[in-house]
């Protein structure tokens, strides 16, 4: 279902301004509507035809400044100014740029049109009568403006739309990933043989392994519906997941986490025990090489640094699924995305902070 979704992105705006043909083809079925709706009859015989050529040319000329302009107008606002954020800053700069811009064109080609006519000379410019002969094309100004207006408002909302779907969707997919990256039989199997080794072997340590297993799914059970965590209940689920794991593999596994007690930093949950897993599951832990994991906050990220020791079996691809769920996840915030280092002998991931004020 989330892949189908997927596959129905956002397709970009393209404004019929990009298409040449279609823009003149647009352009003239204007002018011709314009001629139609000021002189009907003249459609009725080939000389009424004939006398309306230069209306039909000035409208047509007209139409294709305004509609331009207009075109112009919108795709420098769209990457700006959001209508669904600031809509009445949208519409204050759109009105008032394209009515300035439609102004100046029309009174510059109606100057232009009716000198080449003789209608005037140079030296007897009628600026008045210009200026009244510019008010019919600001009228059709004000219809392309209603149009455009219209359509990028429409435009956006569809995509702000189409966006939040795709934002529940993607969330809804989470969720179920992590459910069954924490649940999977591979994880529950081995903390069960864990277990039934200790319960005959030390009462006190199987004791000690129900209680941080149950603490862990507990917390993965609490923070399903969440976005974001406090880093301080992260950093002790990273706690309680690692203990859990320094059950089993004793000495062979060594960690260092500070401790925090502030709650204005977040984090997406459950980030750590997928950094944590991968740590754990595709490296050597042995006597002659534990497996060092370090996490600590260094202004406004946590930077989670382990041992780079990878097994025989350890490919890139299988590594990077639990990064990858936790970038898509930092996308989806709008925020700044993770940095991986992985040198000779040491892996990093720089985890940025969300601040709540």
């Given at each position: 279902?989330?892949?189908?979704f997927?596959?129905?992105q956002?397709?970009?705006y393209?404004?019929?301004?990009k298409?040449?043909?279609?823009f003149?083809?647009?352009?003239?079925?204007?002018?011709?509507?314009l001629?139609?709706?000021?002189?009907?009859?003249?459609f009725?015989s080939?000389?009424?035809i004939?006398?309306?050529?230069?209306?039909?040319?000035?409208s047509?000329?007209?139409?294709?400044?305004?509609?331009?302009?207009?075109?112009?107008v919108?795709?420098?606002?769209?990457?700006?100014?959001?209508?669904?954020h600031?809509?009445?800053?949208?519409?204050?700069?759109?009105?008032?740029t394209?009515?300035?811009?439609?102004?100046?064109?029309?009174?510059l080609?109606?100057?232009?049109?009716?000198y080449?006519?003789?209608?005037f000379?140079?030296?007897?410019?009628?600026w008045?009568?210009?200026?009244?002969?510019t008010?019919?094309?600001?009228?059709?100004?004000?219809?392309?403006?209603?149009?455009?207006t219209t359509?990028?408002?429409?435009?956006e909302?569809?995509?702000?739309a189409?966006?939040?779907?795709?934002?529940?969707?993607?969330?809804?997919a989470?969720?179920?990933q992590?459910?069954?990256?924490?649940?999977?039989?591979?994880?529950?199997?081995?903390?069960?043989?864990?277990?039934?080794?200790?319960?005959?072997?030390?009462a006190?340590?199987?004791?000690?392994?129900?209680q941080k297993?149950s603490?862990?799914?507990?917390?993965?059970?609490d923070?399903?519906?969440?976005d974001?965590v406090s880093?301080?209940?992260?950093?002790?689920f990273?706690?309680?997941?690692?203990?859990?794991q320094?059950i089993r593999?004793?000495?062979?596994?060594q960690?260092?986490?500070?401790?925090?007690?502030?709650?204005t930093?977040?984090?997406?949950p459950?980030?750590?025990?997928?950094?944590?897993?991968?740590?754990?599951?595709?490296?050597?832990?042995?006597?002659?090489s534990p497996?060092?994991?370090?996490?600590?906050?260094?202004?406004d990220?946590?930077?989670?640094?382990?041992?780079?020791?990878?097994?025989?079996?350890?490919?890139?691809?299988?590594?990077?699924?639990?990064?990858?769920n936790i970038?898509?996840r930092?996308?989806l915030?709008?925020?700044?995305?993770p940095?991986?280092?992985?040198?000779?002998?040491?892996?990093?991931?720089?985890?940025?902070?969300?601040?709540?004020?």
């Open positions: 279902m989330v892949d189908q997927n596959q129905q956002v397709k970009p393209k404004s019929p301004l298409s040449i043909g279609s003149v083809a647009i352009n003239l079925g204007i002018a011709t509507l001629m139609l709706i000021f002189c009907p009859s003249c009725l080939w000389r009424g004939q006398d309306l050529l230069p209306q039909f040319f000035f047509f000329m007209i139409s294709m400044i305004l509609s331009f302009g207009g075109g112009q919108e795709d420098f606002y769209e990457k700006r100014i959001s209508w669904i600031k809509p009445v800053k949208r519409l204050i700069l759109t009105v008032s394209y009515m300035a811009y439609s102004f100046v064109a029309s009174f080609f109606v100057f232009v049109y009716t080449l006519d003789g209608q000379e140079l030296s007897a410019i009628p008045k009568d210009i200026a009244n002969f008010t019919s094309p600001m009228w059709i100004a004000l219809v392309f403006m209603a149009i455009f359509a990028s408002w429409l435009r909302w569809r995509k702000s189409i966006e939040a779907e795709q934002l529940k969707s993607e969330r809804l989470f969720q179920y992590s459910l069954k990256d924490q649940l999977n039989p591979h994880f529950l199997f081995n903390s069960l043989n864990v277990l039934s080794g200790l319960v005959y072997e030390d006190d340590r199987s004791a000690a392994f129900i297993l603490k862990i799914y507990r917390y993965v059970l923070v399903q519906q969440e974001l880093l301080k209940r992260e950093l002790d990273a706690k309680n997941y690692l203990e859990l320094k593999f004793e000495n062979n596994l960690f260092f986490i500070p401790e925090s007690s502030e709650d930093f977040w984090i997406p459950l980030s750590l025990q997928l950094l944590l897993e991968n740590a754990v599951k595709h490296n050597v832990a042995s006597e002659e497996l060092v994991i370090h996490i600590e906050k260094k202004e990220e946590l930077w989670i640094r382990n041992s780079f020791q990878p097994k025989s079996s350890y490919s890139e691809g299988s590594a990077g699924v639990g990064l990858a970038v898509q930092y996308e915030l709008h925020h700044r995305l940095i991986v280092h992985r040198r000779e002998k040491e892996f990093i991931v720089q985890l940025p902070l969300v601040k709540m004020v």
